[in-house]
């Protein structure tokens, strides 16, 4: 019933941008944040940046100053903007809401590539 529609992802350049979007819909009570992980190949999922319903925001070291992430509560939608992007950052990026009852719901993955 829960659904999340990811895009935005592709290939590009290392030092270009993308823009991640995910919208969600269906019945979500009480959300207490979303955000973003991201699994490459042979590595585990791993928390990318968060934002609760409030606004604060929690970015891993290794994107911090990089990647930016916003939220539209009256879209319920969150994005993701990469900036600076590295071969390191390629990997299969999940949108991830957490509701206030730690129920996680998850988005179907959208693949980054950084390639030269």
């Known amino acids: 019933q829960v659904q999340l529609v990811e895009s935005g992802g592709g290939l590009v350049q290392p030092g270009g941008s993308l823009r991640l979007s995910c919208a969600a819909s269906g019945r979500i009570f009480g959300i207490y944040a979303m955000g973003w992980y991201r699994q490459a190949p042979g590595k585990q999922r791993e928390l990318v940046a968060t934002i609760t319903s409030g606004g604060s925001t929690n970015v891993a070291d290794s994107v911090k100053g990089r990647f930016t992430i916003s939220r539209d509560n009256a879209k319920n939608t969150v994005y993701l903007q990469m900036n600076s992007l590295k071969p390191e950052d390629t990997a299969v990026y999940y949108c991830?809401?957490?509701?206030?009852?730690?129920?996680?719901?998850w988005g179907q993955g959208t693949q980054v590539t950084v390639s030269s």
């Open positions: 991830n809401i957490r509701t206030v009852v730690s129920v996680n719901y």
